[in-house]
């Protein structure tokens, strides 16, 4: 791992993945491959995911021929000392982890102008994926969940904590195995949560960064109050997520971190449900993880992975009541009209005349470009799930107040660039699609918005990034374009 320490701009590697993510579109569209951008020794062949603590990309290591996922520390957050101090002490934590349920950490590179991490590449289904794909029998799914829970039990004879477990940090490989991803929030037992309520109004499925970590739909309640966290934390998200997986819903439902905080607050937890008749012994062991009390849950993840494994005969087990809810405070839990209108704001640049715009142009392109229509569904699917994330936000915002300057800036921010992608998405010219295309690949997720790290560096250096973004979004797309008319030509 490197040493160095000191602080420079982060902003040339970030920009590298932007390139990554170019040539990835016009490999998979024109069939043509460029040598890929390098970070040190790995070249970065294409994007595997992102969120508001960065980008993961897919990379090969030059050097040992194999290849990884190296996750990309968002600018913002590699250019505060402290959180790259957090991240380079996380990192080097998980590296002393090897297991066959736990994606392995390789390195830590930190420079002045780099900060990433090298992580075991798990070529997979996300289980969210996986679980959404059909309806699965409730023995598959548990014992999908054991493994990953093998992989957390390994963890925590390291003496780690995930403190991010949730369906979206596992993955499925094509031979059967469950291994444990992102392990980015890990911490030693014995650490505290820093002392800070959450963010009411952040989203509940989206991981947060800053002075709280973790995801809210699936925190304990020890972290939600700072404390300290083990564990019986993990234990407590993962019978969250196995809970979610039997029954297609959580144990504590809501929509943004206060509404997930109200419902456990309650102590209520429906009848678990689902599509199939759940054995009482597996509904009691998931109950007792999800106790808001540490010391009531299981000891360890270990006896609770025994309740949960497979018996040939049932033995009798003391049941823990099951309350079920009665009703919930509508006004309480639901947003107003005037939030719903914000987030409705997005309707006006994605809409199904948008979307019906983009179709055309597809099909109208594909004489010249046989990719078009392919390429035209990709990019319609992310630009859905880019205009959600934004409604997500914006009613979010909404329901804060809407008095922070900066969330509304950054989201303005984000549907101009989405904005933009639309527009581009209805070109009838083959080669300003390439570009959109890109486009596409790049938008971000503009629930980020709501996290203070996530809008620090906009708040602070707005006319630079913008600056930087245009240049960037230009010489990409003339260089697409050039390419494209050299080949139709």
Known sequence: MSGATGIGSTRGAWALADDAVLAAVKARILGEVEEPPRLGRYELEGPLGAGAMGRILLARDRELQRRVALKLIAPELADDPTARIRIVREARAMAKLSDPHVAQVYEVVNDDEHLFVVMEYVDGTRLRTWLEERPRPWREVVAVLVQAGRGLAAAHAKGLAH??????????????????????????????????????????????????????????????EGGRVDARSDQFSFCVALYEALSGRRPFEGETAAEVRAALGSGRVPPLGGPSRIPRRIEAAILRGLRADPAERW??????????????????????PVVAVVGTAAGAMLQDDRCDEAGAAMDAVWNDEARARSERAMVEAEAEAPWAVATGEVQRSRLELAAEAWRRAARAECAAGGEATEPARCLAYARARLEEAVERAASHDPAVLVGAAADAELLTDARACLQPSAVAWLHEHPQVESDERAVAARRARAEAERTLGELLT
């Open 163 to 224: 403190r991010d477990f949730k369906p979206d940090n596992v993955v499925l490989q094509t031979d059967g195995r469950a291994k444990v991803v992102d392990f980015g929030l890990a911490r030693d037992f014995g650490e505290s949560e820093l002392e800070r309520t959450p963010d009411p109004d952040v989203p509940a499925t989206l991981t947060a960064t800053g002075a709280w970590l973790g995801t809210p739909a699936y925190m304990a309640p020890e972290q939600w």
């Open 299 to 320: 000891p360890s993840m270990e006896p609770l992975l025994r309740a949960l494994a497979p018996r040939a005969r049932a033995r009798a087990m003391v049941l823990i």
